[in-house]
């Protein structure tokens, strides 16, 4: 997404995010100054924040060579170039631009991180590009009285009326972003507790009042400024007051035209098409991924109303630019991405093939190589290191043997079979290891246990033993369903004890069985004298 659309749905940043993001663009700006390029278009709808955390800069539709020709201006056929919001005080006044001028529009960017708006707004382009010449912002605490005081001091020196007062680069300011990140002190000078006294700053660097930091240092520029700009607002009347008379004496208004799409026609053809809609056209060409001589982006864009006789710009490419292939190997897929994306190349075709000599996930191969020349925007074909096959694992558990054997076959895995007595159907697996829906390698051994029915024991035999001790036995190690009956036939045993037993001793029993021991009744103190009067026979 871009940094427009976080902000939208987000709100204002923390001081830390704001800051990494504000040092990643000035680093980005800090290139293109040292290649002689001014952005002059810096906000949030041109910053994108990536799915990794890296921030890109885009659309340099309307930079400028530094030191160029007058056409370095910010205006054009009575245009300004760039984003009202954004502008800095030297492009709304139509003059000359440098690096200076993105710090600024940079300054901007940050202050609306932290506050989560911007620092100017207005109903018209010209009252925003007056405040951002004449007027303070908001002080930035009083909208987010978290900002520390270091990275409110970044903030204001990049916002300083007078470029002189600037950073006189972006990477001086992105130096300055890491040291607030680091915990380090910021070249940018931070206001004392009483708001008026001026911390010690760095050896060479400039001390700026915070005054200073909305207001230029030699007052004689302060006047000027404002004959300046009192001077064009009173043209800008009389030209208003001109146009509506000419429209009442004379009548009819400027005749409102739909600019239409000429973006992927080529130079010639876009022209004709403008011209004939009423249009005059300025052409501007820049190194682009389309064919040489096509048009790849138009300013009205297409079915926008525009004053008919105005102006369209047409950006033209002069082809894609020869660049030099980065070295991937060792990288992911996704670093792979930012790496050529940074290069203006593209990830082209990606092969997984197993490659136990190099890290799972990691690029090992790549064509064209690493250090060949290709067109811009050229597809890079890559090989990543991709994991041993494997294959899933069969659920079993309730199946035949047979039947899983044939399903842990078909995996292409290999079975193994333990056999275990169980409550289940004779047959049935009842368990399995490796668990289903788990992976393995193709040839590996699932083991199965299969169930081989209840376990049969023999009955023991517990005549003559205490009738409780007996129950216990049977139900605790045969797991047998235990009830005592009292004997009613005659008993050598003695009270208390088992006389006879159900199943006899010796007869096959299972788990969940029942059993009856038949106990000898009377006084447990006679055993004796009940074993006397067993024996007496009787005629």
């Known amino acids: 997404p871009s940094l427009a659309e976080v902000l939208s749905s987000d709100g204002r940043l923390t001081p830390e995010r704001a800051a990494e993001i504000g040092a990643d663009v000035a680093q980005a ?70 690096a200076r001028s993105d710090v600024y529009s940079l300054g901007v960017v940050l202050y609306e991180m932290l506050a989560g708006r911007a620092p100017f707004t207005g109903e018209t382009p010209l009252s925003i590009a007056y405040k951002h010449v004449r007027e303070q912002p908001e002080p930035l605490t009083s909208l987010n009285p978290d900002v520390p005081r270091e990275l ?38 931070p ?76 130079e010639d053809a876009a022209i004709d098409k ?55 190997e060792g990288s992911t897929e996704d670093e792979a991405k930012d790496i050529l994306e940074d290069a203006g190349l593209k990830l082209g075709k990606v092969t997984p093939e197993e490659n136990e000599d190099v890290e799972e996930g990691t690029i090992f191969d790549q064509d064209p190589s690493a250090d060949s020349i290709v067109p811009a925007g050229a597809k890079i074909d890559v090989t990543v290191a991709a994991p041993p096959e494997t294959t899933e694992v069969p659920t079993v558990i309730g199946f035949s043997q047979e039947d899983a054997e044939a399903a842990i076959a ?54 003559g033993q205490d009738a409780d001790e007996a129950q216990a036995l049977l139900e605790d190690d045969y797991g047998l369903i235990v009830t005592q009956q009292e004997e009613t036939e005659a008993c050598a045993q003695s009270p208390g004890t088992v006389c006879r037993q159900e199943p006899d001793a010796g007869t096959p029993v299972e788990e969940g069985d029942s059993a009856v021991l038949y106990v000898m009744p009377g006084d447990a103190s006679l055993p004796l004298l009940w074993a006397w009067l067993a024996r007496i026979p009787f005629a």
Not at 229 to 254: E, M, P, Q, R, T
């Open 410 to 463: 078909a995996a292409d895995l290999q079975s193994e079979a333990v056999f275990e007595a169980s409550d289940q159907e004779v047959g049935t697996v009842i368990s399995q290891d490796p668990a289903g829906g788990s992976q393995a390698s193709p040839g590996d051994v699932v083991r199965i246990t299969v169930s081989e029915g209840q376990e049969t024991q023999e009955m023991p035999n517990v005549i």
């Open 152 to 189: 409110l001091a970044v903030v204001n020196k990049a916002l300083a009326k007078n470029p002189d007062n600037r950073y006189l680069h972006a990477g001086e300011l992105a130096e300055d972003l890491k040291r607030f990140l680091a915990g380090q002190t910021v070249l940018a000078t």
């Open 274 to 328: 403008l011209e004939d809609a009423g249009f005059t056209v300025n052409v501007d060409t820049k190194e682009n991924k389309k064919d040489e001589g096509t048009v790849f982006k138009q300013d009205p864009a297409a079915g926008e109303e525009a004053d008919e006789g105005s102006e369209v710009t047409i950006l033209v490419s002069e082809g894609p630019a020869d660049v030099e292939v980065p070295d991937l």
């Open 29 to 98: 700006l800090e290139r293109a100054h040292t290649a002689g390029i001014v952005h002059r278009d810096i906000k949030p709808g041109n910053i994108m924040l990536t799915s990794t955390g890296q921030t890109k800069v885009t659309d340099f539709g309307i930079a400028r060579a530094i030191g160029g020709d007058a056409d370095q201006t910010m205006t054009q056929t009575g245009m300004v170039i760039g984003t009202a919001a954004y502008l800095s005080p030297e492009q709304a006044q139509g003059q000359p631009v440098d």
């Open 191 to 266: 206001m004392l507790a009483d708001e008026t006294a001026i911390a010690p700053v760095a050896t060479g660097t400039q001390v700026v009042q915070q005054t200073d930091i909305y207001e230029d240092q030699e007052p004689e520029k302060n006047r000027a400024a404002a004959y300046v700009i009192g001077a064009l607002l009173i043209l800008g009347l009389f030209g208003l007051l001109a146009y509506f008379l000419a429209n009442s004496l004379f009548g009819g208004d400027v005749t409102q035209v739909e600019v239409p799409r000429v973006v992927g026609m080529d």
